[in-house]
């Protein structure tokens, strides 16, 4: 590495307030040593960390630019002509992309001994999983820093580049003002440092260069290259989205010294993820430690997930690519469905959950339909028995209008009947007082 940089316009390391991000390896030691040295016009200040690749240094920019940026030198053996070459190809896409929470890439060379590196915008903060952590985020508050990634991410999809690398530290969140910013960074370097496989050799190297597939899709780790889309990035995507609310990774493929990396890839491709549900309740004693970070308990958590939350993260892993979310933005928008009470794109298509899911939602209204429904109803049956009744005086009443007309007819015939007697009793009395007057002079002439 050379030493001749223009020292005079390098920024002291002493009293420097940037946090290491890096953990105590001992890898450090090698790497420490160039710090001092420069890099073309790059001075290093120190080492910010060490991935697969290579190693991160925070570095002063002095030629057009006076700046701290993140520059990354990749390992030696990497051929330097290749890896330029493969980011010369995104390097116009990449300068486009102007997103707060995407890192800038800036430039690209080789270093004097061959070494391809990278120069980025410092993101001074922790990865994602650490902050979360040690803030103690909700569920709520981790959805909430959780959905402004996955619209970068799409947003980069829409510019025509793919991460291909998105896991807790290629996502650092800084604080401004405040504000926690989750910023992606490695855009368009995971592509450009990536390798053709052949064989099981390389594959192991690969692994050294890769790190843990943890976050790696189905397709990625069929080291084809073939099928990797903008769903790969997806998938990764879920896979953070599993660890940050369980603390868990869906697969049980962290620990690269354990398992040999091509098993590792089998279990990748073909592996089952537990329900993060389940997999909360299977935490044993760590449960109450990952329960703390989210500010509740073991039970409260596993209840949390179930259903609807764990929908989500489990439709963004599906090992079929045409199964997942077809864009990350679907992804952010099924996360705000949820904190939203919308029905989710990962949940089912009946009728029932959809209604099940507005009734939720209009909850207040539901409950004061429900109470204008009760006085309706009763108001209506009040009236209804009223109405009721007094069709029950009217059809009585009416019985007894009728009965009395029966009863005054009866009588009025009773009437007639007498009338008749009357006149024929009448007529009679005559007839016979009619016979007796005639008869008595006859009586008084035989006298
Ligand atoms: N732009 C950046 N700003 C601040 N810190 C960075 C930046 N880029 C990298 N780092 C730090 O350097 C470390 C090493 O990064 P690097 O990308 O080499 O490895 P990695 O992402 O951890 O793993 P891998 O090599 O598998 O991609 C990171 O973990 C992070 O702490
Ligand atoms: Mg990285």
Not at 102 to 122: L, N, Q
């Amino acid at each position: 590495m050379s030493t001749a940089c223009d020292t005079s316009l390098c920024l002291s390391t002493e009293g420097d307030s940037f946090p290491d991000l890096s953990h105590p390896d001992g890898i450090h030691a090698r790497s420490a040593n160039d710090v001092g040295t420069c890099i073309g016009s790059y001075r290093l200040i120190k080492v910010l960390g060490e991935g697969g690749c290579g190693t991160v240094y925070l570095a002063e920019q002095n030629n057009l630019v006076r700046r701290r940026v993140a520059l990354k030198v990749m390992k030696l053996g990497v051929d330097a002509r290749q890896v330029v070459a493969r980011f010369e190809v995104e390097r116009q896409a990449l300068a486009l992309l102007d997103h707060p929470n995407i890192a800038h890439v800036y430039d690209t060379g080789t270093t004097e001994d061959g070494r391809p590196y990278f120069v980025m915008e410092y993101v001074a903060g922790l990865f994602i999983t650490d902050y979360c952590d040690r803030e103690r985020l909700t569920i709520k508050d981790r959805l909430n820093l959780f959905t402004p990634i996955c619209d970068a991410v799409y947003y980069a999809h829409q510019h025509g580049i793919i991460h291909r690398d998105l896991k807790p530290s290629n996502i650092l969140v800084r604080v401004r003002g405040g504000e926690a910013i989750p910023v992606i960074i490695d855009f368009g370097i995971a592509k450009a440092t990536s390798q053709p496989l052949t064989d099981r050799t390389l594959i192991t190297s690969l692994g050294q260069l890769v790190g843990t597939p943890a976050y790696m899709s189905p397709e990625q780790a069929e080291m084809t290259g073939i099928g990797v889309d903008v769903r790969s990035d997806v998938y990764s995507l879920g896979v953070l989205l599993y660890e940050i609310l369980t603390g868990r990774l869906p697969l049980d493929v962290a620990n690269p010294g354990k398992i040999p990396l091509d098993e590792m890839l089998r279990m990748v491709r073909e592996g089952a993820a537990p329900r993060p549900s389940v997999c909360v309740s299977r935490l044993g004693e760590k449960a109450e430690r990952i329960c703390r970070g989210r500010r509740t308990e073991p039970r409260a958590l596993a209840k949390r997930f179930k259903r609807e939350l764990e929908w989500i993260p489990l439709k963004a892993i599906r090992k079929e690519p045409d199964q997942r979310y077809q864009s990350a933005a679907d992804l952010a928008q099924d996360i705000r469905n949820y904190l939203n009470g919308v029905p989710l794109l990962a949940g089912p298509q009946s009728l029932a959950y959809r209604l099940d899911k507005l009734i939720k939602k209009h909850l207040k209204l539901v409950i004061l339909a429900e109470i204008f429904a009760v006085i309706l109803i009763t108001s209506v049956s009040i009236m209804f028995l009223f109405v009721e009744d007094y069709r029950r005086r009217t059809v009585q009443a009416e019985a007894s209008l009728a009965e009395l007309k029966a009863d005054l007819k009866a009588v009025k015939e009773q009437k007639d009947q007498l009338e008749v007697a009357y006149l024929k009793t009448r007529a009679e009395l005559d007839r016979i007082g009619g016979q007796r007057f005639r008869k008595a002079p006859q009586d008084d002439r035989r006298d």
